[in-house]
């Protein structure tokens, strides 16, 4: 099957990005193994194989399988675990929609609530749709003379993004990482944009493109510059952008109100509708090995 045969069926069956063909070969990039499991009657799935201590390893399949009929989600999950490798401990699948399945739940490694914001309306609908404080700092915004634009400097991308992780105490990729992604998936379809003041870069994004949807993913903004708005400036900048751009949604990736009360408020003050998926599924397949890796993540 083609890339474009592959990608045409996940977006036929409302399947996401991380189904698409190009996150596949991003995957490869970083040395995962890729299967790409294709039945006509069933569904698709693509699945990460991670590899594990002492020859062995798991299976994951971001926001899929990608079910053709949900009457048949059982029937694809057994045809997906036929195929992996002898060495596979355990497949965890994470749905991008609501599905009977005759599994366990396991924690998810996906957000589990977004917000969309739908593009089609025009800008003083969208404008009108966000909560009155998050107008306020838009238009406070565009008096403070910031100006935006497309990032080509992955290491000055970087360099912002790492420090507001070091701030705010969370993990993310090296910087290797994301210069795969583009490399892979293309600039055509990763795209960072960014807000500056008198050239420096206050705030910055990374936005993975997938058919209509624009995800946003990561980024980076600087604390001591906070008074000039510069990320409510770069997302108004960047709903426009991908709305000149023909896309219809604008995915802001991943809410959670107790994990992340200030970043779930800020992303929901600018409207749009909350999506909820399903969470995550876990199917052991090597039980004795699979409670020794699950006693291993414990200890550590």
């Not at 069956?13 to 070969?25: A, I």
């Not at 299967?35 to 002492?54: K, V």
């Not at 936005?207 to 949807?213: K, L, M």
Request: overall charge positive.
């Amino acid at each position: 099957m083609t890339k474009e045969q592959w990608d045409k069926l996940v977006l036929e069956h409302s399947g996401e990005f991380l189904q698409g063909w190009d996150w596949g070969e991003f995957q490869e990039s970083l040395g995962k193994k890729v299967m790409r499991f294709f039945d006509a009657d069933l569904g698709l799935a693509q699945i990460i194989i991670t590899p594990l201590p002492l020859g062995l390893s798991w299976a994951y399949v971001p926001r899929g399988p990608v079910f053709f009929d949900s009457g048949k989600a059982q029937d694809l999950v057994s045809r997906v675990t036929q195929t992996l490798p002898p060495s596979c401990v355990f497949l965890v699948l994470e749905p991008a929609a609501e599905i009977n399945l005759s599994l366990k739940r396991y924690g998810a490694r996906q957000p589990i609530e977004t917000v969309v914001l739908d593009l089609s309306q025009n800008d003083e609908q969208l404008l009108d749709g966000m909560h009155s404080k998050t107008r306020y700092s838009i238009r406070r915004s565009l008096a403070s003379g910031l100006e935006f634009g497309e990032v080509e400097n992955v290491a000055e991308f970087y360099e912002l993004l790492a420090s507001t992780a070091r701030r705010q105490g969370f993990r993310t990729y090296p910087e290797v990482y994301f210069r795969r992604m583009i490399l892979t998936i293309g600039k055509d379809n990763v795209k960072i944009l960014g807000a500056r003041y008198k050239g420096k870069l206050l705030s910055v994004g990374l936005y993975a493109v997938f058919n209509s949807t624009a995800f946003y993913l990561h980024s980076g903004s600087d604390h001591e510059a906070r008074s000039l708005m510069a990320p409510y400036f770069m997302h108004w900048e960047a709903i426009k952008y991908f709305k000149a751009r023909g896309l219809k949604n604008y995915d802001f990736w991943g809410i959670d109100r107790q994990r992340w009360p200030g970043v779930t408020r800020f992303k929901t003050r600018f409207g749009g509708a909350i999506k909820t998926y399903p969470g995550a599924y876990i199917k052991a397949l090597k039980p004795f090995w699979f409670g020794v890796y699950r006693a291993f993540k414990g200890v550590r």
